[in-house]
């Protein structure tokens, strides 16, 4: 299994940034999607944002044109720029990896971080 481990979150102000990053340990596959997901208290797992091997994002509309994805594949890292915070975006975030395509589906993904809350007031 691929390892995660996630940070950068914590309280951020409505309107503001934060950058969330997600270390992987190496795994060099064909198709290799990774996303980000998150999850508020009450309510189900949402699909973020994904990346494709290739480099091509998809994006939930709810945070389409705010949030941008990509990833340094030397570093085995992926990110998530998140600007113009809203309250409606406090959730715990968690990354995934290991899809064979592009998709916010999260049964598609096979390995999964722990998580790193992001609150915004």
């Known amino acids: 299994d691929v390892q995660l481990v996630e940070s950068g979150g914590e309280p951020g102000q409505a309107g503001g940034s934060l950058r969330l990053s997600c270390e992987g340990s190496r795994y060099d596959k064909p198709n290799y999607c990774m996303g980000w997901y998150r999850q508020a208290p009450g309510k189900e797992r949402e699909g973020v944002a994904s990346?494709?091997?290739?480099?091509?994002?998809t994006y939930a509309d709810s945070v389409k044109g705010r949030f941008t994805i990509s990833k340094d594949r030397a570093m085995n890292t992926l990110y998530l720029q998140m600007n113009s915070l809203k309250p409606e975006d406090t959730a715990m975030y968690a990354c995934?990896?290991?899809?064979?395509?592009?998709?916010?589906?999260?049964?598609?993904?096979?390995?999964w971080g722990q998580g790193t809350q992001v609150t915004v007031s």
């Open positions: 990346i494709s091997t290739d480099g091509t994002p």
């Open positions: 995934a990896a290991d899809a064979p395509r592009l998709t916010l589906d999260p049964r598609e993904y096979n390995s």
